[in-house]
């Protein structure tokens, strides 16, 4: 998972789940609708990766700058940003409800404007536009669930919300491949995004607010009304008593540790449990992207490219399956977490993922390194002007293959008949690239034809399948139960925060890294950060699987210090003193 999760749920809870929705399937019908906004997180989020590809094909721009389509992709995160903190905003003022409605539109919006973008950098406001949506559905969307479930089977429904997150990326990859043979690709890969939140628009006005929020808002009559459509009536008086306590105890913590970030944020620094809390819940949301997961997210097809793929269609394909492993991931996830704990889930998650890494690297390096050399006669001779420059320039080409002549931002046309053998650095324009496929050979200029491209597929599929495993969802479960409760709200919305932070790092960076350092310096780079984060969880990240609130503060208290460097408690007593 990338900026959500899908919190463990036990056996017992599903059980209860579906005897509930049996019986009152208006439950099921308020947290499926606002679980679409969770569906269009994910679909939102991950079908930049194949309509790059095509964007690239349509604007020549797109094509020659990697900053431009580094901006495309990470926009969206940067508005995200934005939109979670106005989220956060209307969610308290206007109501969860309005919050949604307003996000719906902010979709609709951001995809049509994307669909009929003449220029990228029409392309690039459509993406603000979703990204605010994205920004404000993520924070929106599992409160409205949350506060419209009966808290027995509160977790599984949430749960769902994060699961269709999942399946939304794995959707915007199967339509993705559905559009590769139909005129106008992109624009109806990223237009069709815009009919979902139609769909939730239309649901949402039949639905009521939370019922927290209009008690809060002092309508308690219609907040009775909704409970009453949620719980059995003998249940309901007892609800409506628990929502009065917790929205004054919510008060009091407020009139404690003030109602804005800073006063909070003061508050948490002078507080040595919720400050060690913060570390360890920062550094868990910081790591999950620093592991380079959202640039597999992101740029799945073009990294498929780079492995040697140079088909869209099957670089889609390749990451459609990839996808579809992180959703298989998350529910093995669902089973192992509370079996084995967050904290050894996430150490051993990361061990793989490095080993991962540092074998993807090399797959990539030795790709680079063999990569099949230059035919300097069909160079010189394949038609007019089209010799790339810096080839016909260069002192001595005795050295030179496809990487070389891709760095040098041309193309390579591959050997008719075998793919692995010299073929001709032209330069990199579109009708070239014809021209090269028109005589039966493949056209190549992100990635060269390899021998290992199919094992770098299934080192990525490894990758992926331990990050959701551990990493995926192990950030978002420990934020949830290692502040003390009245910072909860705040220290998840700081490690959130960091999140986003961190995700826009990594998705604005990627493709210049791949042309700074290669493709293989970049996983390597990725790897080293996934050491450097196996160490700050390790020392910072106690365990908190079943772990009373009190005792994770006691803990955090004393400081945390894991095996071999945990402290020796003096022997007690029995009248508790020293012996």
Known sequence: MVEGGIAPVNKTEFTELFRTIWKTPYILRLAMTAGIGGLLFGYDTAVISGALLYLRDDFKSVDKHTWLQELIVSTSIAAAIIGAAIGAWMN???GRKKAILTADVLFFVGSLVMAVAPFPSIVVIGRILVGLGVGMTSMTSPLYISETSPARIRGALISMNGFLLTFGQFLSYLINLGFTKVPGTWRWMLGVAGIPPIIQFVLMLLLP???RWLYKQGKVKQATEILGKIYPIDEVGKELEQLKASIEAAEADEA??????????????KNIEVRRALYAGVAVQVVQQFVGI???MYYGASIMQLAG????AVALALSLVTTGLNAVGSIISMLFMDRQGRRRMMIVSLVFIIIGLVVLSAVFYQSSQHAPGINNY???HFGNNSTCTAYISAPDTSRWNCMTCLKQKCGFCASKGD??????????EKAIGNMCTQQHRVWYDEGCPSKLGMFAVLLLGFYIIVYSLGMGTGPWIVNAEIYPLKYRGFGGGVAAMSNWTANLIVSMNFLSLTEALGTWGTFLLFAGFSFLGLIAIYFLVPETKGVP???IEKVLRKGFRPWPFERKEKAQNIDGVSA
């Open 378 to 380: 069909d160079s010189s």
């Open 549 to 551: 609130l009190e005792e």
């Open 209 to 211: 607010e939370s019922p």
């Open 92 to 94: 308290d003022s206007l």
């Open 419 to 428: 793919k692995f053998q010299p073929g001709s650095c032209l330069a990199n």
């Open 309 to 312: 793929f140079a088909s869209k």
């Open 256 to 269: 404690s540790i003030g109602n804005n970030f800073f006063t909070k944020f003061r508050s948490a620094m």
């Open 294 to 296: 959202n640039s597999v």
